[in-house]
């Protein structure tokens, strides 16, 4: 026989409830009459409450709650059951204590706070109201398809087996403070068309999230992920909360779409964490992000700000086909092994300050449309541009490049030299031809011909840039090689104890010995056949000493006038070259 049991939005008594002969949403009760009073057994008192035979209260949700005291009883006396009818409880679920409420509608608000419930399925449940699970207790329970039209309340709660929440459909807020998923939760395909809370939520297992829909603001702040996170191709369509969670497994948020604000500052992953062909919106903020694992951002899109300040990338850092539409900033960065920035586009200016780079760094092919900004970096390792695409003013001031020694060294400098010279930089330009030309001189198969004219092309004019330290260089020669000459000479002929007269002589004598020597040393400059045909010059070898050469000396002086005519010629060389540099830049 069905009857229907009313409920009132006020507190009343036992006798207050009464069964009507009506016939719609009918809750379905047992035959025959306990006492004589037609009560649900809800409102029976708890005498008759007693007495009510037990399929009957495995028909009415007390085979759900073990352990509910009388307090929690009046509670759920909140919710109206339609559709119930005894056929589905077979004898079997009822000895497994398994319970089944797939496809059944709650009407009104229902409270299961701080309850038990165990083997239970809510699978196509509609709760038309409020539902309150705060602090419940669930294992084995499932709510795939269900459909909350009002709040979900599920803070609190212990998920001690695997739970699946797959295509559930929550209208208002669901509320998952503080939860724990002991096992696996299943929430694919769910929408979430109000705010969602899953702060400090902890997932022991994994949790499942592929396709979600979040229409409105969701927070998963300082939420623990034990085991893998898979969030691919969700949509998160309001503001957006991830900071402070801790991820030990895989982590997936590949083809997911946030559309306004995502934080994941002070977030650390353990392991690898996907975000290829990701859409970020208005702002993403990476702040202070662990990544212990392989971090890809592959093909990924970022529509406004872009920060990834005090960062770690612990594993490669993976930004290949990246898209940065918005300002995008790397501020003390550390990439521990290697960073690709390959094919990545930079719409708007993009900062790396005080970052580094311990691992091979590629930005192969990708273009940078606004400012790019290098202040105070470190390149372990020569960081490649091959293909780069340069339109707005770079700066590199402060950066070192520690890498002298790889061999692909100097073809990364000098393609950075040429695209320095791309945007008429001449600063930086001179800056990666020293560096090309010093990782040249240290690679191993350089011949030692080569690493000499290097070595004095380094030394005397700074790899030509410099036109005034050949000039310099080339003056002090000739100031200081009369006095070579001079010691030189009288050495080779023995007579030693002319260099102590040499240096005792008096101001004027020694001034006039010395323009003296001055005259064959620029004689040698400007006269230098003169040096190799005939052995002498205009001034002639008997200036040397007060007793003449004999041949051997003179052998020895005309190698020393020799070599310093050499040197001399390179020196001036050297020096119009530089200066042809400079006129030219």
């Known amino acids: ?172 807020d669901a509320d998952f403070r ?77 083809e997911v779409k946030f559309k306004k604000y995502l934080r994941f500052n002070g977030a650390i992953f353990g392991n690898d964490v996907g975000f290829e062909k990701t859409r970020f919106g208005e702002y993403v903020w990476f702040n202070e992000t662990g990544f212990r694992g392989n971090a890809g951002f592959k093909e ?8 990834f300040k005090k960062c770690e990338f612990g594993q490669n850092a993976d930004f290949s086909g990246a898209t940065f539409n918005g300002y995008s900033e790397f501020l003390e960065v550390t990439f521990f092994v290697e960073a690709r920035f390959k094919k990545a586009e930079f719409n708007d200016k993009v900062k790396f300050e005080k970052a580094l780079f311990d691992g091979e760094t590629s930005f192969d092919f990708a273009s940078f449309q606004e400012q790019l900004t290098m202040l105070n970096d470190t390149f372990v390792w020569a960081p490649s541009f091959e293909n780069s695409e340069l339109r707005g003013r770079v700066n590199f001031h402060n950066t070192s490049f520690i890498d002298l020694t790889s061999p692909k060294a100097p073809q990364h400098y000098g393609v950075l030299k040429s695209l ?19 990782s040249i001189y240290y690679q191993p198969e350089t011949r030692w011909t080569k690493k000499l004219i290097s070595l004095c092309y380094r030394w005397f004019t700074g790899y030509g840039l410099s036109y005034m330290r050949p000039l310099c260089t080339l003056l002090a020669i000739i100031i200081l090689s009369p006095i070579i000459f001079e010691v030189s000479a009288n050495l080779l002929t023995g007579n030693i104890e002319y260099i102590g007269d040499y240096a005792a002589l008096g101001f004027s004598d020694f001034l006039e010995h010395y323009k003296l020597m001055m005259a064959f040393t620029l004689d040698n400059i400007a006269a230098p056949l003169e040096v190799w045909s005939s052995g002498s010059t205009v001034s002639g070898m008997e200036q040397f000493s007060w007793d003449p050469l004999t041949l051997w000396p003179q052998i020895a002086i005309k190698t020393l006038a020799s070599t310093q005519i050499v040197i001399g010629m390179i020196l001036i060389v050297f020096s119009v070259l530089a200066f042809i540099k400079k006129v030219q830049n």
């Open 420 to 438: 320095m010279n791309s945007v008429s930089n001449k600063r930086e330009e001179r800056r990666f031809y020293v560096l090309e030309q010093e």
């Open 1 to 172: 026989m069905k009857h229907r049991c009313e409920f009132r939005d006020k507190d009343f008594e036992a006798e207050d409830c009464y069964l009507g002969d009506e016939t719609d949403q009918c809750w379905v009760a047992a035959e025959g009459q306990y006492g004589g009073i037609y009560l649900c057994c809800f409102h029976m008192p708890d005498e008759q409450m007693a007495q009510v035979d037990s399929n009957l209260r495995s028909t009415t949700l007390i085979s759900l709650l073990d352990d509910w005291n009388l307090s929690c009883k009046r509670k759920l006396s909140t919710f109206t059951l339609p559709y119930l009818h005894s056929g589905r409880f077979d004898s079997e679920r009822f000895d497994s204590g398994g319970f089944d409420f797939s496809n059944y509608h709650f009407l009104s608000r229902i409270n299961l706070r701080n309850s038990r419930i165990e083997n239970t399925r809510f699978n196509q449940c509609k709760f038309h109201d409020d539902a309150c699970f705060q602090g419940a207790t669930f294992d084995g329970v499932q709510f795939e398809r269900v459909e909350f039209a009002g709040n979900a309340q599920f803070s609190d709660c212990e998920f001690l087996g695997d739970v699946s929440f797959s295509e559930a459909v929550f209208k208002e």
């Open 300 to 307: 990924a899109r970022f529509s406004g700000l872009a920060s």
């Open 178 to 254: 503080d939860a724990l998923f002991a096992a696996s939760a299943w929430f694919s395909q769910s929408k979430f068309k109000s705010g969602a809370r899953f702060i400090r939520a902890d997932f022991r297992g994994s949790a499942w999230f592929p396709e979600v829909v979040f229409s409105e603001n969701v927070r998963y702040s300082e939420a623990r992920f034990r085991k893998d996170a898979n969030f691919e191709k969700a949509i998160f369509g309001g503001h957006t909360w991830f900071s402070g969670i801790a991820v030990d497994g895989l982590a997936s948020y590949k």
